[in-house]
């Protein structure tokens, strides 16, 4: 059967079991678009391709599958920069499809050129040029499994417009993705093995760091079996959160900058830690130099070039998280660490008064306040989507996250904007579940253009904007450590509930504490998307918090007393 | 100095990759060679690099996790014979010229061609060896040199070579679909 390039590209996506495809159409990649409506796909069309790509990563951040994100060639291709990179520091499993001008045009720095490959090469797992029809079905499909195997990244494949154009037979059984011939590794080695196990099993103050590797690996049940077995506790990284009940009592919380107290002195003082499906971070670790010294430490890690690269450890296992943990069940004993768990008991001392939550209601609106909120209504069960900043921090903290990806937030690169386009992949994803947005005034403002597909869609996603008027955090490091000289952070914002009116759709102001869980209630229960502007108190900290470069241990600690200023009127 | 062989693909691009991976690492590169192997879809790179022992065991795992790059081993503390070859143009005119050939041959190379007012002088060996024959060279005046870098292999048994066919490691299957 005679198919063009962009045909084949469509019937290879259909047959990977790709449904939706994010992008924005043009000249060069007009093929595949026409294509398209003759295919049984579903293209959201982004309003910008920045948006699609972040929706393509929360698509594979809520499934574990891979996302399709589609643009032309040029400024289509380079407005995906951003979201690529994200996708990366993230390890998420994105496929980006663009279009490029015809072969005979390469280099000529023809209209809407640009070498996409070359801008992208040191932010993608891999990418390719593909300037002949034959190629576009093996290079796709080598494109999934690059993308979705080992630690997984994005991948860009960038199609001539010849190469849609042209064309081929297509076979499917013919077009056989052929990756090049790796070496194996035997990444299995038997001292570290045996000496992972020895720590483990005369350990007294041992601490289990748990990341996304253990999503990614979809290890979660061989992990809590690895938590009740070894009687250990876990401390989360930010991405890590829902690979273990949040709820649990061996759950310690979230490590690093804005960590509990009680998580990050228990991590200083541990006598050993293992590292599961994390790669040390310098937002989990504080100063390198200073970084949990008392401890032995092992490493449990499917990428390689991660074992001994900010930490050094002590044992190293390369290997799937899931895999490594079930080989070591077996030969972990169990261990009372009665005395252990008592002193981290009393490590959380008084923070439980310190936290806002227990303080009476002072007429103030507080962002963790919101947060612990929603979490109440929505019973931890709602997908929550976030941006970058505070109110990040403060979901973190204030909504406890039982399941995995449940919450879809830009950990690495930490990119705003990114919550509103990776909220609608996440909704397209998994449709049946309740989504909300939880994003700041300032990256709200980067992407709100979404609101657009949100609504041509027909999505019903809730946003929660946690609106302070400030660039939050920014503000807050300003606050500390320049003197509170607010440079460039103090934001003015539209009226957002009546920029959702604008859109079609109902958005509303909340700016006391009694409306927040009618406003929540109410959000639910309409089937239509829902605006939420949450006006909280301006300069509003998120606590506690190491410094930049400090040891974990030295923590600005929560204040004693809440906050005085009061939400101000715009 | 650490050396890595490594095993690429034999498609434009891969030098690429390579040199932005050391870029992004913050490695320099002394010396990167490439050339062909028997198999004509492989080529293979001896990269030198101005860094630590962990600075190149986490070059040569990030050189591995390129797609296109099928083998790379740090072969530093190995058993091995390493080679630079240079082609160098010293002052020489009928008075002098003897006594430059003489200290040529001892450090056995060769003169490859010979001009009025100068000489080109061949000399392959380790980086040590033609650092040597330069020195004594550059009293006499050295107009222009070429050098192409060190090459380099592991001694006897230990063999290092690219893998032949698709291994079960590649997992040449597609993944499962979204579920959703």
């Not at chain 1, 390719?128 to 029809?133: D, I, T």
Request: charged share 20%.
């Amino acid at each position: 059967m005679k198919l063009t390039g962009a045909q084949i590209l469509c019937e290879t996506l259909e047959r990977l079991g790709v449904r939706h495809v994010f992008g924005y159409p043009g000249g060069a990649i007009l093929p595949v678009y026409d294509a398209i409506g003759k295919s049984k796909l579903h293209h959201i069309l982004v309003r910008h391709e920045q948006g699609a790509t972040h929706m393509a990563d929360g698509y594979a951040r809520a499934t574990g599958g891979v996302g399709v994100a589609m643009a032309t060639s040029g400024p289509g291709a380079t407005n995906m920069v951003t979201g690529i990179a994200t996708a990366m520091l993230d390890s998420s499993p994105v496929v980006c499809i663009t279009g490029q001008v015809s072969s005979k045009l390469l280099g000529s720095d023809a209209f809407q050129e640009v070498d996409i490959t070359g801008i992208t090469m040191p932010i993608t797992k891999h990418n390719v040029v593909v300037s002949k029809v034959e190629d576009v079905a093996h290079t796709v499909r080598e494109a999934f499994i690059i993308a979705n195997s080992g630690r997984p990244g994005p991948v860009l494949v960038d199609i001539t417009k010849d190469a849609q154009q042209a064309t081929a037979d297509f076979d499917w059984e013919a077009t056989v993705p052929k990756l090049p011939p790796k070496r194996i590794r035997n990444n299995h080695d038997q001292k570290e093995f045996d000496r992972a196990v020895e720590l483990l099993n005369s350990a007294k103050r041992p601490v289990i760091l748990a990341g996304r590797g253990i999503i990614l690996s979809g290890a979660m049940r061989i992990f809590e079996q690895f938590v009740r077995t070894s009687n250990i506790p876990v401390a989360m990284t930010l991405l890590g959160i829902g690979c273990f009940p949040a709820t649990d009592p061996m759950n310690l919380g979230m490590m690093g900058m804005h960590g509990e107290a009680w998580v990050n002195t228990a991590i200083q003082e541990a006598d050993l830690l293992i590292a599961v499906g994390m790669r040390f971070d310098d937002r989990v670790t504080g100063s390198l130099r200073t970084y949990a010294r008392n401890a032995r430490k092992i490493h449990i890690e499917v990428d390689r070039a991660e074992i001994n690269k900010n930490v050094k450890v002590d044992a190293a296992i390369v290997g799937d998280a899931g895999e490594t943990l079930a080989n070591l069940l077996p030969h972990v004993h169990e261990r009372d660490h009665a005395a252990w768990f008592a002193h981290i008991k009393e490590l959380k001392g008084d923070s439980a008064v310190r936290d806002i939550q227990s303080l009476p209601d002072s007429g103030h609106l507080f962002a963790a306040h919101v947060i612990n909120d929603l979490w109440k209504v929505t019973k931890g069960g709602a997908i929550v989507v976030t941006d970058v900043g505070q109110h990040q921090m403060w979901e973190a903290q204030y909504y406890h996250h039982d399941q995995p990806r449940t919450l879809i937030t830009s950990g690495g690169l930490g990119t705003m904007g990114f919550a509103l386009p990776a909220a609608v992949g996440a909704k397209f994803a998994r449709p049946d579940s309740e989504v909300w947005v939880v994003v700041g005034d300032g990256g709200f403002q980067m992407t709100m253009c979404e609101l657009a597909t949100i609504v041509q869609e027909k999505l019903k996603i809730n946003i929660a904007i946690i609106n302070n008027g400030y660039l939050g955090m920014v503000r807050q490091w300003q606050e500390f450590f320049y003197d509170k000289r607010y440079i460039a952070t103090p934001l003015v914002a539209p009226d957002f509930a009546a920029l959702a009116n604008a859109f079609g759709i109902r958005g509303e102001r909340v700016t006391t504490r009694k409306e927040v869980v009618p406003m929540i209630e109410s959000a639910r229960s309409s089937d239509q998307a829902v605006l939420l502007d949450f006006r909280v108190e301006q300069e509003d900290s998120v606590y506690p918090m190491v410094p930049a470069g400090a040891a974990l241990h030295e923590m600005i600690r929560r204040p004693n007393n809440p906050l005085v200023e009061t939400a101000s009127e715009p | 100095m650490q050396t890595i062989v490594a095993y690429v693909e034999n498609k434009p691009g891969v030098l690429n990759r390579v040199a932005s991976l050391t870029r992004r690492l913050a490695i320099n590169i002394d010396s990167l060679t490439v050339g062909p192997t028997e198999n004509e879809e492989i080529a293979r790179m001896t990269i030198c690099a101005h860094t630590d022992e962990n600075g190149a065991r986490r070059l040569e795992a990030s050189l591995e996790k390129l797609v296109d790059v099928l083998v790379a081993e740090n072969i530093s503390d190995r058993s091995m014979l390493e080679r630079d070859l240079a082609l160098i143009k010293v002052a020489a005119d009928q008075q002098n010229r003897p006594h430059l050939m003489e200290l040529i041959k001892v450090f056995r190379g060769r003169v490859v061609d010979v001009a009025p007012e100068s000489l080109i002088v061949e000399v392959s060996g380790t980086v040590d060896k033609i650092d040597g024959l330069l020195e004594v060279l550059r009293p006499f005046g050295v107009l222009e040199m070429a050098r192409t870098g060190r090459i380099a292999m592991t001694r006897g048994s230990d063999l290092l070579r690219p893998p032949t066919a698709a291994t079960p490691d590649s997992k040449d299957k597609d993944p499962a679909p979204a579920s959703s």
